[in-house]
């Protein structure tokens, strides 16, 4: 049975799904309009914010969990690639799923930007941005409740992540100047100092993510309604 959470389960087998889905139960546990939902023994972990889905599957049963996103029909869902076929809703790109520790002590400074400015930065090919008033409240309350960092320099660089527990998650990053980028992962690998960083990223930059040290672990996708 897939119940509404009162809480969610910490697991050892901690990926992408979980971390995205416990950033968003950080900031938004107590707002009516983010829903959170458990499959029994914890096999599922689901949440939904305007019509976007993430699923994390531990051993779930697909059948009630078809019925499920059936009845709640959401526009896009977030989850491993062989969860979302088994589905029938297979994307239309596998998504590297990629972690390294966060063992940068150094602290590069950047510049102050405001989340008009960082948004700017940030709409680039490659990269899927809600609206930006959706962005700009978003990553707004998150700043606020200490459950986000970023880096940037004006006109030239930016990078936004996401932290829960032992854990973060790039969330958006883009670079306008050659070596900038290498800069910008420098500089949040520091600000989450201690931390297992993840990242979910296309295949043309995988080799980038790889030789800044981090670990292809297995694949993800984006299924969107009527792509």
């Known amino acids: 049975m897939i119940y509404l959470a009162d809480s969610l389960p910490e ?36 949440s939904m914010t305007d019509g976007n889905m993430i699923i994390y599957n531990r051993a ?31 994307p239309a790109e596998r998504i590297n799923v990629m972690a390294r520790a966060a063992d940068i002590k150094e602290n590069i400074e950047g510049d102050i930007l405001s989340s008009k400015e960082l948004y700017s930065l940030l709409d680039t090919d490659g990269l899927s941005l809600p609206e930006y008033p959706y962005f700009a409240v978003d990553y707004c309350r998150r700043l606020n409740h200490g459950g986000a960092d970023y880096f940037a320099i004006k006109d030239k660089c ?16 883009a670079s306008h100047e050659k ?6 992962l420098k500089a949040i690998l520091g600000k989450n100092y201690g931390k297992r960083l993840y990242v ?11 030789k800044n040290g981090f670990e292809p672990l297995y694949f993800a996708g984006y299924w969107v309604k009527n792509r």
């Open 11 to 46: 697991t050892e087998n901690t990926n992408a799904e979980l971390i995205k889905i416990h950033c968003l139960y950080d900031c938004y546990k107590t707002d009516d309009r983010v829903m959170f939902w458990v499959q029994d023994g914890d096999r599922a972990v689901i």
């Open 60 to 90: 779930a049963d697909t059948e009630e969990l078809k019925e499920f996103i059936d009845l709640m029909s959401p526009v896009c869902v977030f989850g491993d690639y062989d969860t979302l076929c088994a589905l029938n809703r297979e």
């Open 200 to 210: 979910c990223c296309r295949d043309k930059v995988k080799g980038f993510y790889i």
């Open 179 to 184: 070596g900038c980028g290498s800069l910008a």
């Open 158 to 173: 930016a990078v936004i992540s996401f932290k829960t527990g032992e854990n973060a998650i790039i969330n958006g990053i």
